[in-house]
């Protein structure tokens, strides 16, 4: 009976999803006005992030029981949105109420997904670390199908997707999954670790969104905390952040300052979102490669954040969500045609010349392989030349290419200064911000 409910109240109060490309000089601005609840904001930034989208700005207000939020996009290239199938997509996605639907899953029986095994794993992270997981698949006869490894304060996560080399199909013998899950669990062991490595492999998934799942992955891995012996990436770019009282509302105001990047949006919701807090106005705006944030935030229980502790943890967090996505580094790209094992020589190849895997994308498709990497030394500093040109050498010139380390930020964005709901400006001008 509450489904029933639930579903009637939703439909008896749709979601208004409108478009506008003339009221902008810069960006195509998308107004979104629909029933609130816990995660709904992420789920709609997440629609426009999974189109590779930039949102330049974004101004979020949900104080009751409804939600309005208008975002400024562009596309990768800094450019209005012009194709009418993009745009018919953002509005059709929204107006049949994903996020409706996403509520109403568990009410819902999932059907497996039976055309890959799902790897999920996290662990220490190490020169060699995927390198060492990829050569473990291939000796097990796994074909890796699409794979995203991302890794942060010594932490490292991955969610890979294979299946077996033989069939083309997911991996379903139990046996053989337990041989896989274990052989792969005495690779994450670590006799100086304090926390336990966690692997997980299962011919079924859900429907969440893997980089969604890698936030979710870390945060529970608790990569937010510093522990000794671990050092700090001292090339990853200074970002500040605060936090105030609004003692009117029980709302406690975040303010984060940083480089500008794809995905920053996404990535605080993330953060915000797992630790149960909920936005009930909020502001983005970007410009001069800088980014400006801010968030007027409660726990979903309605209480305010209550203790020095409690303001910390929320602070480390958002630090993370911000550098798990670091765009410090050279950027990789080998194209070519897949083959079994090639995940395996690609890497091996990278360790075998000091190379450290800091973030990774796997995708094939169609008889392609499609590999992003982002490398540093084994110090996390920058490579020298004569070393990608020796990596180069032996994957292939013609297979592998150099891409800029900063991917997808607009050379159109206009130059303006960022404004801010109520504190931004104040705290701009008397570095009043905690850098992290």
């Known amino acids: 009976m509450e489904d029933e409910y639930t579903r009637l109240v939703w439909r008896m109060n749709s979601t208004r999803v409108v478009i506008n490309n003339h009221s902008c000089e810069h960006a195509t601005v998308i107004e979104i006005i629909s029933l609130n609840r816990h995660g709904i904001l992420l789920d709609v930034v997440q629609v426009l992030t999974d189109l590779n989208l930039n949102i330049t700005k974004a101004y979020v207000s949900s104080d009751g029981d409804w939600l309005m939020d208008v975002f400024d996009v562009t596309d990768c290239d800094g450019n209005k949105i012009r194709d009418e199938r993009v745009l018919k997509y953002i509005q059709k996605t929204l107006e049949t109420d994903i996020c409706f639907l ?16 799902s790897i999920e794993l996290t662990g220490t992270d190490r020169p060699g670390f995927l390198s060492e997981i990829s050569a473990i698949l291939t000796d097990l006869k796994c074909n890796v199908v699409s794979a995203e490894f991302w890794t942060h304060n010594a932490r490292a996560a991955a969610v890979i997707h294979i299946t077996d080399q033989s069939t ?8 053989r999954l337990s041989q896989i899950k274990g052989l792969l669990s005495n690779v994450l062991k670590n006799e100086n670790d304090l926390r336990t490595p966690n692997i997980t492999v299962s011919s079924s998934s859900d429907s969440i969104q893997t980089q969604r799942r890698l936030h979710q992955m870390m945060f529970e891995d608790r990569d937010f905390e510093k522990h000794d012996g671990v050092k700090g990436d001292s090339t990853i770019t200074r970002s500040h952040a605060c936090m105030l009282d609004c003692n009117d509302r029980d709302y406690a105001v975040v303010t984060l300052r940083s480089k500008d990047r794809p995905y920053l949006l996404f990535d605080t919701l993330c953060s915000l979102t797992d630790m149960e807090y909920m936005v009930f106005h909020g502001t983005l705006i970007t410009g001069g490669m800088e980014a400006y944030q801010e968030y007027y935030i409660r726990h979903v229980d309605g209480l305010p954040i209550g203790s020095e502790a409690e303001r910390e943890r929320v602070i480390l967090c958002l630090e993370a969500a911000i550098k798990r996505r670091s765009t410090e580094g050279v950027e990789l790209e080998v194209c070519t045609k897949d083959r079994f094992g090639l995940l395996s020589d690609v890497t091996r190849i990278f360790r075998e010349n000091g190379l450290c895997i800091r973030r990774a994308e796997i995708s094939t498709k169609c008889g392609k392989a499609k590999d992003t990497f982002l490398v540093t ?3 996390g500093k920058p490579l020298e030349q004569k070393i990608v040109d020796l990596v180069r050498v032996q994957i292939g010139q013609t297979t592998i290419k150099v891409k800029d380390h900063v991917l997808g930020l607009s050379p159109k964005k206009p130059q303006e200064s960022a404004r801010s709901f109520l504190f931004g400006n104040f705290l701009k001008g008397r570095g009043a911000y905690k850098v992290f």
Request: charged share 35%; net charge negative.
């Open 168 to 175: 083309g199909y997911a991996i379903e013998d139990p046996k």
């Open 377 to 379: 030394d084994v110090l």
């Open 102 to 117: 996403k509520s109403m899953k568990c009410s819902v029986e999932l059907k497996p997904i039976t055309d890959h095994t």
